[in-house]
């Protein structure tokens, strides 16, 4: 093994070497510049979801935008062959309108 690596020593300089940065490429002035920029980004970007947040809350609080309509009434919607085990059997587990009118 020992040879091995001294003929790789020799074919490989180490001044042919390079060192990784954490990007893949720049210097650390250029890394430094792309992390700073980043974080301006990050404080811009903050505000602005922060601001959507508080539109949505707002709006979800109002009660502006209601779907309590059912809708048409296919006849494909409610096929049982059998009723569910619970309840009175007509009704989905999860469908807590229609248990609230049994």
């Not at 790789?8 to 002035?29: A, D, K």
């Not at 006849?75 to 619970?86: A, E």
Request: hydrophobic share 35%; proline share 6%; net charge positive.
């Amino acid at each position: 093994m020992s040879a091995l690596g001294r003929s790789l020593r020799r074919v490989i300089r180490p001044s042919q070497l390079r060192v990784r940065t954490i990007g893949g490429h720049g210097s650390p002035e250029e890394i430094k510049q792309g992390m700073e920029w980043w974080k301006k980004v990050t404080y811009v970007s903050l505000p602005v979801v922060a601001g959507a947040l508080v539109l949505n809350l707002f709006a979800e609080i109002a009660g502006s935008h209601h779907h309590d309509t059912e809708g048409p009434n296919y006849g494909y919607m409610k096929i049982r062959n059998k009723p569910y085990p619970w309840g009175k059997g007509d009704c989905n587990f999860f469908d807590l309108q229609c248990r609230r009118n049994e």
